[in-house]
């Protein structure tokens, strides 16, 4: 699996508990759709959101944050290497 990172925008204002939230919506449906959702940070202030996911696809990650509450993300990007 690979790992990728996605971008929302347009959620300025974003709370600690609503990221949270997401986050938990996100891993009650992960293995449903074969991912890991691995982290989430937020600027609330510029509205954008990362999500780092562990996945078989783009498709995979989209479908994750379809079935956990459909704040789709407007980029995803493959991240295969780290350090």
Same mark, same amino acid.
């Given at each position: ?28 449906? &992960? %293995?449903?759709? =074969? ?8 600027? @609330?202030? +510029? ?18 944050? &379809? %079935?956990?509450? =459909? ?8 991240? @295969?290497? +780290?350090?």
């Amino acid at each position: 699996m690979t790992r990728f990172m996605d971008v929302h925008h347009g959620m300025q204002g974003i709370t600690a508990e609503q990221l949270q939230q997401g986050r938990q919506a996100a891993l009650a449906v &992960e %293995r449903e759709v =074969g991912a890991h959702f691995e982290h989430a940070w937020a600027d @609330p202030e +510029s509205g954008t959101v990362y999500c780092l996911t562990e996945a078989a696809s783009t498709e995979v990650v989209q479908q994750l944050h &379809e %079935r956990s509450g =459909g704040n789709v993300p407007d980029e995803i990007h493959s991240v @295969p290497l +780290s350090v």
